[in-house]
């Protein structure tokens, strides 16, 4: 495992890190899963944010990522992203969920962050496998850990054991 890896299982609204990433939608409102839960745990400072982005660029396309404050979160930041809907692969989806993951990392970059947590996006709801989702995510930031060294940590938080035990097999197998 990349030494600044780390894989947890938990709830992600717990981390003190300097920024989450949340799994969000389009309209950045707060839906189900984990974007519920950071609204929840977040309190409302965090939809008062969301509201202005929404505003200013109507919200957030699937693959880009946009920044809030973390309101009541011990995170001081939220990278929003929205993750694509699994329609079978042949839709773009694999494009989409890696630029989830560069544009959070970019996005990162222009900020005082040196540690980052990601939830597994487009696992829920979305309907994306859980295996191909978590094999693009080490991928991505493996890649972007190799380019750039502001980051000290990056955390991957299952809130499931499946999840968790897939993300471990296979940064055991990404040395």
Not at 57 to 67: N, R, S
Not at 115 to 144: H, R, W
Request: hydrophobic content about 35%; aromatic content about 8%.
């Amino acid at each position: 495992m990349h030494e600044k890896i780390t894989l947890l299982k938990g709830d992600i609204t717990t981390l003190k890190v300097d920024a989450i990433v949340n799994a969000a939608n389009n309209m950045l409102a707060g839906g189900g899963g984990v974007d519920g839960a950071i609204h929840r745990a977040g309190g409302p400072l965090i939809s008062q944010y969301c509201s202005v982005i929404r505003c200013e660029k109507g919200g957030c396309k699937t693959g880009e990522a946009v920044l809030t404050y973390g309101g009541n979160l011990p995170s001081k930041y939220i990278i929003h992203t929205v993750g694509p809907v699994w329609k079978g692969g042949q839709s773009g989806e694999e494009t989409l969920l890696r630029n989830c993951y560069r544009n959070s990392l970019m996005l990162a970059k222009d900020y005082p962050i040196k540690s980052i947590a990601f939830p597994n996006i487009s696992t829920g709801v979305y309907g994306y496998p859980k295996k191909t989702a978590a094999k693009i995510a080490v991928e991505e930031i493996v890649n972007f850990l190799e380019k750039n060294s502001f980051l000290e940590e990056v955390i991957f938080i299952c809130f499931d054991q499946e999840n968790f035990d897939i993300y471990k097999q296979i940064l055991k197998n990404s040395n």
